[in-house]
């Protein structure tokens, strides 16, 4: 991988961790090159705008660039992709029922990858139509479907794939493996669900704190409030 000057700053192992994470944006504008890039240099400008604007500059200029520095990782990066595995995983089970639905009927799996992939339309589906391109290109559908692995920031799909993948080499019953990761799915949906029901109360005291409680106070309070101005 071409860098030129960022190649002398970070090593090959800083590269790389940066290049998987880039990938698993999806569609993104950003290589791991023009992202450290572009994160250096804007540390930089932040470093010496602060540097030069304010009377402790030389304290807190360095300061700035440091917390910029992880911020813009974690603002333009790491947050992307979580917040993109979320949306995957909320995808996946639509998806992996028709494919199983597909695969019923008779259909070998590329074929059933490509039908599933055509009527569902998500994030997850285009990951599995840019595998069915590389298909066409010359890979096979295994080596497509490892790459794949490689775009995408969650670990169930990634798992459902190797499942996938591992089941049509040793030749096993693909139908099997997945009713097994759909059941997988369905009680993982459930038991996010029921955390998320679960952390209702923990809301709810929270916007009573914030909001009910002063309220209140208010109201008992304010005719002596009103007294003690008054007089």
Do not use: H
């Amino acid at each position: 991988m071409k860098g030129g000057f960022i190649r002398k700053i970070y090593t090959d192992a800083t590269i790389r961790k940066i290049d998987i994470k880039v990938k698993q944006l999806g569609t993104t504008k950003w290589n791991a090159i023009s992202f450290q890039n572009t994160r250096l240099i804007t540390t930089v400008i932040i470093a010496l705008i602060v540097l030069y604007s304010t009377d402790l500059g030389y304290v807190f200029g360095p300061v700035a660039g440091i917390v910029w520095y992880y911020i813009f990782y974690y603002s333009f990066l790491e947050s992307p992709v979580a917040k993109r595995g979320r949306k995957l995983n909320r995808e996946a089970l639509d998806f992996f029922e028709i494919l199983t639905l597909t695969l019923e009927s008779g259909r070998n799996l590329e074929n059933s990858i490509e039908i599933a992939a055509s009527n569902v339309n998500s994030e997850l589906s285009n990951e599995f139509k840019k595998a069915l391109i590389e298909v066409k290109l010359g890979k096979s559908l295994m080596e497509a479907l490892e790459d794949m692995k490689l775009r995408i920031p969650s670990e169930t799909i990634n798992n459902i794939i190797l499942n996938i993948t591992q089941t049509e080499v040793f030749g096993n019953n693909i139908l099997q493996t997945m009713y097994n990761q759909i059941e997988f799915l369905r009680e993982k949906e459930i038991l996010e669900i029921k955390g998320q029901i679960n952390k209702i109360p923990n809301k709810i005291s929270i916007i009573s704190v914030l909001f009910v409680l002063p309220l209140i106070l208010l109201i008992i309070l304010g005719p002596y409030l009103i007294q003690f101005l008054t007089n």
